[in-house]
């Protein structure tokens, strides 16, 4: 038995929402939670990749490492 007055108010249906809808529902001491990810939308359990090219870094491993897609005789022509 908790201790009155000193514990949060605990919310057994607590609604977690992302993206404007609701997901899932959770017990929390809150009663939303906002997400900007979850395991419906993230690029690891979705299997969905994003890469984001900051400063040509990615550009510049994929042509070093030889990855660029395109084959030597397709870059010279």
Not at 24 to 39: A, L, R
Request: aromatic share 10%; with cysteine; hydrophobic share 30%.
């Amino acid at each position: 038995m908790p201790k009155p007055e000193i514990h949060p108010t605990w919310y057994p249906d607590a609604k977690v929402i992302c993206n404007g809808e609701v997901v899932m529902t959770t017990g929390s001491t809150q009663p939303e939670i906002h997400v900007d990810v979850w395991s419906g939308n993230h690029p690891f359990f979705t299997g969905t990749q994003k890469i984001l090219d900051t400063e040509g870094r990615v550009d510049r491993f994929m042509r070093k490492y030889g990855m660029s897609g395109k084959s030597k005789d397709d870059a010279e022509s």
